[in-house]
């Protein structure tokens, strides 16, 4: 969860399970209190959270537990941010260079797996939000990064679209590159955070 809104869309589908009372959904901790009736099931409240487009970890007692959870998030989001890096600095490197002639499809080589490797979780997320018929940030990072993403393939396929009109055939791979790198920076950055503080208790 990243905001506010995420913290409704959590609720409204756990509310959404039959039997449950009611719903408690902290954002800082990123955990949910829920008051239910006999015959609701862990696998019931899983799926729905899952379905609204949010990951739920493994059933958890104790606070070891919570730990193993916690370091594996900071681990997964810390390798898609490494890699979409690792892609991204020879993306910019190549936007700065006087002349991109010929290069369009090696920018577009290097921009697609950060589109939809190292940033899937974002479109998991809008897609989440989309079936409640909402949106969050997932949405905002997925419509704004694809924005670019598509226009630069179409400038690369059919660069005649905008020369036709007098327009020059520019790309944004970098722009889309950056934007998810950045972000995924920023929750590695948050999610270790959090383990740091989780540790201090």
């Keep these: 969860m990243t905001c506010a809104t995420c913290v409704m869309h959590v609720e409204e589908a756990l509310k959404s399970v039959p039997g449950v009372v009611s719903v408690g959904v902290n954002l800082g901790s990123e955990k949910a209190a829920v008051e239910y009736l006999e015959g609701t099931t ?13 990951e739920l970890g493994k059933e958890i007692e104790g606070l070891e537990d919570v730990s193993e959870t916690s370091q594996r998030e900071v681990r997964k989001v810390r390798n898609r941010f490494i890699f979409a890096a690792i ?26 797996p950060v589109q ?57 791979f970098d722009t889309s590159s950056a934007i998810i790198t ?12 959090k383990r740091t503080d989780l540790r201090s208790y």
């Design 182 to 193: 950045l972000i995924l920076l920023g929750r590695y950055l948050e999610a270790a955070g």
């Design 116 to 172: 939809f490797w190292a940033g899937w979780r974002f479109y998991k997320g809008a897609w989440g939000a989309l079936k409640h018929r909402t949106t969050d940030m997932n949405t905002l990072i997925a419509v704004g990064t694809s924005a670019a993403y598509v226009y630069s393939v179409i400038a690369v396929l059919f660069p005649g679209v905008f020369t036709s009109s007098g327009m020059t055939a520019h790309v944004y």
């Design 87 to 112: 892609l991204t600095v020879p993306i910019v490197v190549t936007m700065l260079t006087p002349t991109l002639k010929g290069m369009e499809y090696l920018l577009w080589a290097l921009a697609t």
């Design 42 to 54: 862990y696998a019931d409240l899983k799926k729905a959270v899952e379905d609204a487009g949010y």
